[in-house]
Structures are given as structure tokens and as C-alpha cells.
């Protein structure tokens, strides 16, 4: 069974610090990768996606994720994260029309 | 302005109650999907349904039904329900094919069960 695994599940930054969020999946057909945030207070959004093509891909509020096909991962990236950018991160894999997502990671980033 | 909107944001049900979970989106999508969202576990896929009067079974179904008679409501049903199905149950919508995976939740429906 395919399946996503997020490493880090609590994640405390300052402001201004990098951000990266490890994702790896497990399914070596075509993938279709997503990540989605929950802001607190908020519906769970699409925060960027890769379907093909370039594996850099650049989302909303500056986020970007690199899909790496050798080492099955998707991670999430941010230069220079924001008190704002407080939320819950998931990753998931798509395929036959369903999302399969990860545990989620908690980011806590401190003023 | 797109929406999803479930039928209560917070529910106390007893063990062994009958409980309606009520899904509605407004953007015409074919495609409806039931989560659970449990801490560290991430979200689980309960049931999703491609169409009207269709329903497919997702990851962890057992104890869970669900109903689609109209293309805007998907309902999810717990039979009996009992404690370990205290959870925050997540609705979402999509178009279909590729925009399948490009899903609209709704703010998400914490249930207790006592």
C-alpha cells in the first residue's frame, strides 16, 4: 500500500529562520505530489503541487518544494519563515483520484 | 467564493447513538470525499464518491456509511457510534480527472462520543 511519511511532526522556528519540511512517499509509478496547510482557525488548503515538469515548484506565500524521484521525497521550503506561517503542514500523494496524506508536521514559528 | 460547509462545527453524541455527519459544496464538483483527522495520524480517507448515488470505500470504512442522493450533499453516517470514533471529520470536494486531487475542505466537524 503506497504511503506517506512526514519525519518532522513538531517544528519551533524563529522568524526569518529556513524552513524545510522532509516528506517521503512510497509508490515508484508516476506520482502526483501536494502540499496542504491548515492555518489555525482555517480549512485545510492546496498549498503548491507537482504533476510533471519541473521538479522545483513554487506555491503560495513563497513556499516552494523540490521533487527528488531517487530519494521518493517531496520537501517543503521556505528562505525565511514568517510568525504567520504558524500552521499545520501535510503532505500527500494523489493517484486514482484520491490523496493519500501524511501525519502532518506542527509549525510553531516564535515573533 | 468557493464553499464547503458541514452541519455542525461540534457534536456530543453517547455510545451507540445513530449520527449524521451533513457535507454541502456549492461548486458543482462530481467528486466528495470523508476524512478523519486524528493527531498523528494525519487525515484518513473514510469514504468518497465520484458521483450521485455512487460511494467507494476509502481507507478505513468500517463503522462509517455514507449517502449521496443529490450532486451537492454527501453525508456521512456512524451506525453505532463509540468512543474511538471521537475524531474531527473533514468533508472536501474536487472536479474530477486531475482536479480531482485539488480538494476543498470544510472547516471540519469535531465529534465526541461519550
Known amino acids: 500500500a503506497q504511503s506517506v511519511s512526514q519525519h518532522n511532526h513538531h517544528v519551533i522556528l524563529s522568524e526569518a529562520a529556513s524552513l524545510e519540511l522532509g516528506c517521503n512517499y512510497s509508490?515508484?509509478?508516476?506520482?502526483?505530489l501536494f502540499w496542504y496547510v491548515q492555518y489555525p482557525g482555517q480549512h485545510l488548503q492546496l498549498l503548491l503541487k507537482y504533476f510533471s515538469g519541473d521538479p522545483l515548484v513554487k506555491g503560495i506565500k513563497g513556499f516552494e518544494a523540490e521533487f527528488i524521484k531517487s530519494k521518493f521525497s517531496f520537501n517543503l521550503r521556505k528562505p525565511s519563515v514568517q510568525w504567520s506561517d504558524t500552521a499545520e503542514y501535510f503532505c500527500a500523494v494523489g493517484n486514482t483520484g484520491k490523496l493519500i496524506f501524511g501525519q502532518g508536521t506542527t509549525l510553531q514559528v516564535k515573533p | 467564493d468557493v464553499k464547503v460547509t458541514q452541519s455542525s462545527r461540534y457534536l456530543v453524541k453517547r455510545t451507540g447513538e445513530k449520527v449524521f455527519l451533513e457535507c454541502v459544496q456549492d461548486?458543482?464538483?462530481?467528486?466528495m470525499f470523508w476524512y478523519r483527522q486524528d493527531p498523528g495520524l494525519g487525515l484518513r480517507l473514510i469514504y468518497f464518491?465520484?458521483?450521485?448515488?455512487?460511494?467507494e470505500k476509502g481507507d478505513i470504512p468500517e463503522g462509517y456509511s455514507v449517502s449521496r442522493e443529490k450532486k451537492e450533499r454527501f453525508s456521512l453516517i456512524l451506525e453505532s457510534a463509540s468512543t474511538n470514533q471521537t475524531s474531527m471529520y473533514l468533508c472536501?470536494?474536487?472536479?474530477?480527472?486531475?482536479?480531482?486531487?485539488?480538494?476543498?475542505f470544510g472547516p471540519g466537524t469535531r465529534l465526541t462520543v461519550t
Open positions: 461548486m458543482d464538483h462530481e467528486n
Open positions: 472536501a470536494s474536487s472536479a474530477p480527472g486531475q482536479g480531482a486531487y485539488e480538494q476543498y
Open positions: 509508490y515508484g509509478g508516476t506520482v502526483n
Open positions: 464518491s465520484y458521483d450521485v448515488k455512487m460511494k
